[in-house]
């Protein structure tokens, strides 16, 4: 039995069609794994940069609960490595003092003899992957002041 002229032409066909579906199927596969791992370092990023945040917060934490403020020398919170790969340091600066009024913090009327000391801490936390945060955050601690004037 002879074949028809028509399916010895056709035999190629199919060959190729096939071939050009699987490149565009292996292209678009490429591509769906690129974006998968482009996803991944980002959400990684995402991740060093809050451990660095939190680093930064802690180490504002820490500089507090040391106490020994001076308004005569800065003080600082050294190197502090925390876990996860994380650490902070923090740097305390005495800004100003100001006087209370009489009636703060329910003292009572004409009582000044208290002073607030304003201090600012500024906290760097570091990373995984080399991720940076830095925070600043004023507070006082009242003291004693001058004597209340007549």
């Known amino acids: 039995m002879a074949t028809p002229l028509n399916n010895r032409r ?38 060093s940069y809050d451990l660095a945040f939190q680093a930064a917060s802690s180490g504002i934490d820490l500089a507090i609960a040391r106490g020994g403020f001076s308004v005569e020398s800065p003080g600082a919170l050294p190197f502090t490595q925390l876990g996860d790969g994380a650490a902070t340091e923090a740097a ?3 800004s100003e003092s100001t006087s209370v009024p009489g009636a703060a913090f329910s003292l009572g009327e004409g009582f000044a003899g208290l002073q607030a000391f304003h201090f ?23 003291g004693p002041g001058e004597a209340p004037a007549p």
Request: no cysteine.
């Open 120 to 142: 600012e801490i500024t906290a760097v936390g570091t990373g995984p992957r080399n991720a940076v945060s830095t925070q600043r955050q004023g507070f006082y601690v009242l």
């Open 10 to 47: 056709q035999a190629g066909v199919a060959l190729v069609v096939a071939l050009v579906v699987l490149v565009a199927v292996t292209v678009v596969t490429t591509s769906a794994m690129s974006t998968a791992t482009m996803q991944i370092v980002m959400a990684g990023n995402v991740t």
């Open 92 to 94: 305390i600066v005495f």
